[in-house]
């Protein structure tokens, strides 16, 4: 069964680095997103792209994160400047086309970021 | 989206049949109900979806109403591996992206 993958497992760097999360969706799937879980809190979205362009985003979302599709198969998540308060899992999902069920999204394993 | 409410947490034993029921008083004609399950340090996944009466799939079955103000997530027979955190989403059939609002979700831990 096709997964999504996300890399590193666990990433910890220090406050004020910048980090890329990445993401390798289901292949033929259009629709990318990245949520976070901040640990003992509910999961949060924080970005949706689509066609190459972010499609909605969240308040949490501001100009220190940012996302790119390099190439046909990575969906990254850039985290500049990071932030003690960013530490959280963060998630990577991605969903089909024309699907009857726009609610499946299917999620990756998770990153867990540690930042010290 | 429409609010809903669902208990912060169940126990049940293996075996048993564990039902969890979620409130969405403002639910809207075009509003489906969709139910995710998340393991510790996993992402969530998708079980169930429906929109009136009753779906069954491998995994779980969702009764719904006639006045769709509530549903009934049903898990028959629970295993040790069933614990997890179950999520009721309420909101509109898309055919597009669609951003998932979590709430606080119903922990179930099942004990043998």
């Known amino acids: 069964e096709p997964e999504v993958t996300q890399t590193p497992s666990h990433q910890v760097t220090q406050m004020g680095q910048e980090v890329i999360l990445r993401c390798v969706p289901i292949?033929?799937?259009?629709?990318f997103y990245w949520y976070r879980q901040i640990l003992g809190q509910k999961v949060e979205f924080l970005v949706s792209f689509y066609n190459n362009e972010i499609s909605e985003k969240s308040e949490i979302f501001d100009d220190q994160f940012s996302v790119e599709r390099p190439d046909g198969s990575n969906f990254t998540l850039k985290i500049r400047s990071t932030k003690l308060e960013d530490s959280a899992m963060y998630f990577c999902a991605s969903s089909g086309a024309g699907t009857s069920r726009s609610y499946e999204q299917y999620f990756g394993p998770g990153t867990r970021l540690t930042v010290t | 989206l429409a609010k809903t409410t669902q208990p912060i947490s169940m126990d049940s034993y293996e075996g048993q049949e564990v039902n969890i029921t979620c409130s969405h008083n403002n639910i809207a004609t075009n509003d489906y109900i969709t139910w995710y399950q998340q393991f510790p340090s996993q992402g969530p996944r998708f079980i169930i979806q429906g929109y009136k009466t009753k779906v069954t799939n491998e995994v779980a079955s969702l009764f719904i109403p006639a006045d769709r103000k509530s549903s009934t997530l049903s898990l028959p027979r629970v295993s040790l591996s069933d614990t997890a955190v179950y999520y009721c989403l309420v909101g509109a059939q898309r055919s597009n992206d669609y951003k998932l609002s979590f709430g606080a979700g119903t922990t179930v831990t099942v004990r043998a």
């Open positions: 292949s033929n799937h259009l629709y």
